[in-house]
């Protein structure tokens, strides 16, 4: 007898007589397990890497050439023309537990801002409600959170009446979940009463804005692009026009930005080229030699990194639809507190269980006409993942606070060295929106200054 079909006579004997445990058990996708349970626990040996591949080219941050120049320009003023034609919609990705940050609520909560202390969804909000306002348009904004943390998700927009966006322009969705096993794929307990599970990965946001309606609802609205982020950076630029203009007038299915990783092993997926096609291959599977070559200018070949920022087309998110196209599943090993033998749920020291996870940048070898557009560290990335050092909220202020003054400078402003700026980004939503304006009524020789 195999794996699955133990797992199922185990649970139908003991959801026999417990209706909750019954009720998820009766939702499982067996057929979704065995293959999660193949493709992660008897072929983990697979690295899933592509038999060829080479460093993905991408458009610098700044034009290179004087046929990059007149593209840009291009490509802004179309990027424009789609946002203000009220084709794009924002999606952020809000459903993973948060593990390393330790905070006790959906992270979109977390007090961010270095003066004010908003919380991310708050910065997200009120960066889409300036851009709405600038372009003369509704941006709707589509936010997955996983069960166990949409009621916290939606509670919080309620109380603060959805940041003024109007309800309607906002939804809430779940994303799936897979239950997690041991590591022969036997199913865990989480009580007796529960399996042990858990959100499906990033990866899962396209079949979940397909089933959650939020797809044929972007149709309704005339949307045709979708800005894709993650909860945890406040520094991203949620509706861009450059790389939604050069996405558009590529016909591409799925655009991303790239970060110059820092060194060989930066903790970034890498962008490689496979074909015509696009691929990350995680910072731990690209073999060290990779990693390592260098192109004939000195720098490191595969350089290009992925912050998890895209442009997906809507009719390329449709084709999930049917299943028959799938994104492989990602094995991690983790420390899941499940029943142990004398019926009591127990916290391991020691990861003890495998979960199934999707991820979102599988979807790039699928999309036509791919294409990366870097983008500056310092505008757009400093993600809050840790509770301290790298990553963390600590250190996300503080890139906050310098890319503030910059755009300060920038516009002409000097602020004292140690000052720290906040910048509203519905005041605000970009540095050229700095430019030039009249900032009298602040006073800029203040320890903390809020422009907004
Ligand atoms: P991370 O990989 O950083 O995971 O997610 P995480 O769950 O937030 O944090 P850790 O690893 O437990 O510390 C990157 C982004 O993908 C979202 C997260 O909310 C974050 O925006 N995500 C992750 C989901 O929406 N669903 C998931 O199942 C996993």
């Known amino acids: 007898m195999d794996v699955i079909e133990k797992n199922k006579l185990r649970m139908s004997e003991l959801a026999a007589d417990n209706p909750q445990l019954a009720e998820q058990v009766d939702a499982l996708d067996w057929n979704e397990l065995k293959t ?42 179309h990027g424009e023309g789609i946002v203000r034609a009220g084709k794009t919609a924002a999606f952020t990705v809000a459903g993973g537990q948060g593990t390393r940050l330790g905070y006790d609520g959906p992270k979109g909560t977390l007090g961010v801002s270095p003066v004010k202390g908003k919380p991310l969804f708050q910065l997200f909000a009120e960066q889409i409600l300036g851009i709405s306002e600038k372009y003369e348009v509704v941006i709707p904004w ?19 009446e959805f940041y003024g966006l109007g309800k309607d322009n906002l939804k809430f969705f779940a994303q799936g979940v897979m239950p997690a096993t041991d590591f022969e794929g036997n199913l865990l ?49 949620v509706i861009n026009p450059l790389l939604i203009g050069l996405h558009d007038l590529q016909r591409s299915d799925m655009s991303s930005r790239s970060l110059t990783k820092t060194g060989p092993f930066e903790k970034l997926g890498n962008f490689v080229s496979v074909g015509d096609r696009v691929a990350i291959i995680e910072y731990s599977d ?11 200018a000195g720098r490191i070949k595969y350089r290009a990194g992925s912050p998890a920022i895209h442009v997906l087309r ?58 990366i557009l870097e983008a500056d560290r310092l505008e757009e990335f400093s993600p809050v993942k840790n509770r301290t050092g790298v990553d963390s909220l600590e250190s996300s202020q503080a890139d906050q606070v310098k890319r503030a003054k910059r755009w300060l400078a920038n516009a002409g402003h000097a602020v004292k060295e140690d000052t720290i700026v906040e910048i509203c980004p519905r005041a605000f939503p970009s540095d050229k929106d700095l430019l030039g304006a009249n900032l009298e009524k602040y006073d800029l ?4 200054i809020y422009l907004g």
């Open 314 to 371: 809507r009719d390329f998110i449709e084709q999930f639809a049917s299943g028959e196209i799938k994104l492989p599943y990602h094995r991690a090993e983790k420390k899941v507190a499940c029943l142990n033998e004398a019926g009591e749920t127990e916290a391991p020291e020691e990861p003890n269980a495998v979960k199934f996870e999707t991820f979102v940048f599988d979807a790039l070898p699928l999309a036509k006409n791919p294409l």
């Open 189 to 237: 307990l989480a009580n007796k009463d529960s399996l042990a599970l858990s959100p499906n990965g990033h990866g899962g946001s396209l079949k979940a804005l397909i089933d959650s309606g939020s797809v044929a609802d972007m149709a309704e609205r005339g949307i045709e692009h979708v800005s894709y982020f993650q909860v945890d950076n406040p520094l991203v630029s």
């Open 36 to 77: 999660a349970v193949d493709e992660c626990i008897f072929n983990k040996e697979e690295t899933g890497l592509p038999e060829t591949y080479g460093p993905a080219s991408y458009f610098p941050l700044q034009p290179e050439n004087s046929e990059q120049e007149v593209l840009f320009a291009e490509a802004v003023e």
């Open 286 to 296: 690209l073999p060290e030699e990779k990693a390592l070559e260098k192109d004939e």
């Open 445 to 448: 020789e203040a320890d903390s």
């Open 142 to 160: 589509y936010v997955m959170c996983s069960p166990l943390n949409l009621e916290a998700t939606v509670s919080h927009f309620e109380e603060r």
